[in-house]
């Protein structure tokens, strides 16, 4: 059984950072892609950034582009999301997904498994 966890999130003022985590087990994610969408109240889901767990590769939405960063470790199964120059409009809930394939789309229900979220909230 599949299951991700994510932590890491929390209340930060504009301009500042969080690290978020997600571990990710029950399965050998060699195979899959890890992505990071978010949700803001009354709006709907959207993707943030991807990750090919094999070779690395990456796919970032325009609006977090050089502020977001995502990584992988390994040896640990997790996946990282290192979040600077955060603003206002970054506050949302964090999700990360999993998807069985090597390529790295956006659209949410592309992917398989999902985590619970957590809050990032940004104040200005």
């Known amino acids: 059984q599949v299951q991700l966890v994510e932590s890491g999130g929390g209340l930060v003022q504009a301009g500042g950072s969080l690290r978020l985590s997600c571990a990710a087990s029950g399965r050998t994610f060699s195979r899959y892609t890890m992505g990071w969408f978010r949700q803001a109240p009354g709006k709907e889901r959207e993707f943030v950034v991807g990750?090919?767990?094999?070779?690395?590769?990456?796919n970032y939405v325009d609006s977090v582009k050089g502020r977001f960063t995502i990584s992988r470790d390994n040896a640990k199964n997790t996946v990282y999301l290192q979040m600077n120059d955060l603003k206002p409009e970054d506050t949302a809930i964090y999700y990360c997904a999993a998807r069985s394939s090597l390529s790295i789309v956006r659209l949410s229900t592309a992917y398989d498994y999902w985590g619970q979220g957590t809050q990032v909230t940004v104040s200005s």
């Open positions: 990750i090919c767990w094999s070779d690395g590769g990456t």
